[in-house]
């Protein structure tokens, strides 16, 4: 799962459609990793209580790659699994989906029900719309006030975002894609002489 890019979604979005007097939400967000998609989840779940369903499906970077969906109840197969396959068909990673169903008297069948939790969040992803996004780590630099102004244009010259904290030490906690920190990490290490408590 080495690639320098992955698709995910840019914001987060719900979509709503009503098949047959049952009406389905699709809610999805784009996630950093396992635990912010099980919060997505339970904070949809919260929010829906009132729902005759409420099946998640998510896929996460992380090591091991995380991929989970869930039926809610629904037949097997007929729910989490669907919802999982567009975001897969789609190629996208960190990324959460729930999919609320409220039943309207008719029963769907199973094929029904797997093409409304597929439509459910094709139309969320296509609400939220798809990025490109690279894996970024933090990397935070500590030096003193002689060679801050030396952090500072090395991370401005590499095109990193940063936050600066100015206390007895300055502190600058860097989101540097993570294809690129070594090579940041080498660059303050040699413009600081060595200086600069890096973690």
Known sequence: MAAD????????????????????LGHVAPVGGVDDAEAFVEEVRAEYDDA????????????PFREYSNDDGEPSGSAGKPALNVL???ELENVAV???????GTNLGVGGLVSAYGRAVKDAVDAAGVVERRPH???????????????????????VEFDAAYEAD????????????DDLRDRLRSATSGRARIE
């Open 170 to 181: 300055v502190t600058f906690e860097v989101r540097v894609p993570v294809a690129a920190a």
């Open 137 to 159: 780590e933090t990397v935070v630099v500590t030096v003193g006030y002689d060679d801050s102004g030396t952090v500072r244009s090395t991370l401005e010259s590499a095109g």
């Open 52 to 63: 005759t369903h409420n099946v998640p499906a998510y896929r996460v970077r992380a090591d």
């Open 98 to 104: 729930v999919v609320t169903r409220y039943y309207g």
């Open 88 to 90: 897969q068909g789609r």
């Open 5 to 24: 890019t992955y698709r995910t979604v840019a914001e987060r979005a719900t979509a709503a459609f009503e098949v047959r007097g049952s009406e389905f």
